[in-house]
Antibody, heavy 117, light 107 residues
Framework: EVKLQQSGDELVRPGASVKISCKAS????????MYWVKQSPGQGLEWIGT????????SYNQKFKGKATLTADKSSNTAYMELSRLTSEDSAVYYC??????????WGQGVMVTVSS | DIQMTQSPASLSASLGETVSIECLAS??????LAWYQQKSGKSPQLLIYAASRLQDGVPSRFSGSGSGTRYSLKISGMQPEDEADYFCQQSYKYPLTFGSGTKLEIK
């Protein structure tokens, strides 16, 4: 069974950074890319970027360049997203999702990041 | 960026009714379109990919169609468990973009 297990919800101070994890199981981690998606409260979905773990290649939405950094650890089948210089605009739920030929076929449960002093 | 204009923003339907949701892309996306369902408090779930292909395990009352810039999702016979938000997403060109969503409720 394919599963993407994300880390827990985060409460962080403005200006700080946070690193979210997404541990994959039930498939060969390096055979698929991973999407990261933002969902702001009551809002729609935004694609942040994609990482291809096999070759450590990333693609970013221009809007999130400098804000998000995607990495992957092949030894632990885990993808990571670090968000830096957090502001209230970054408060949202963040999802990882497995990419399979233009579709996100499995999603993590989401991590709620709350930026507050 | 490719803009995905989704309509309607909200919709209410009776049980057994057939409903349709549309997405209009700002340019042709060559059927690189997926539809997702998101129930309250849950992650999105893939329903349809490549505009019309049903994801494994998804009930056959869901179907997708369209070409070029216009795409639609149809639910043939609304069920209680279909109450959710629905999103389209294009994967034709980076950045990937989503429609703004349709809230589907039971009447």
């Amino acid at each position: 069974e394919v599963k993407l297990q994300q880390s827990g919800d985060e409460l962080v101070r403005p200006g700080a950074s946070v690193k979210i994890s997404c541990k994959a199981s039930g498939y060969t981690f390096t055979n698929y890319a991973m999407y990261w998606v933002k969902q702001s409260p009551g809002q729609g979905l935004e694609w942040i970027g994609t990482i291809i773990p096999l070759i450590d290649t990333t693609s970013y939405n221009q809007k999130f360049k400098g804000k998000a950094t995607l990495t992957a650890d092949k030894s632990s089948n885990t993808a990571y997203m670090e968000l830096s210089r957090l502001t209230s605009e970054d408060s949202a739920v963040y999802y990882c999702a497995r990419r399979d030929v233009g579709k996100a076929d499995y999603w993590g449960q989401g991590v709620m990041v709350t930026v507050s002093s | 960026d490719i803009q995905m204009t989704q309509s309607p923003a909200s919709l209410s339907a009776s049980l057994g009714e057939t409903v349709s949701i549309e997405c209009l892309a700002s340019e042709g996306i060559s059927n690189d379109l997926a539809w997702y369902q998101q129930k309250s408090g849950k992650s999105p779930q893939l329903l349809i990919y490549a505009a019309s292909r049903l994801q494994d395990g998804v009930p056959s009352r869901f179907s997708g169609s369209g070409s070029g810039t216009r795409y639609s999702l149809k639910i043939s016979g609304m069920q209680p468990e279909d109450e959710a938000d629905y999103f389209c997403q294009q994967s034709y060109k980076y950045p990937l973009t989503f429609g703004s969503g349709t809230k589907l409720e039971i009447k």
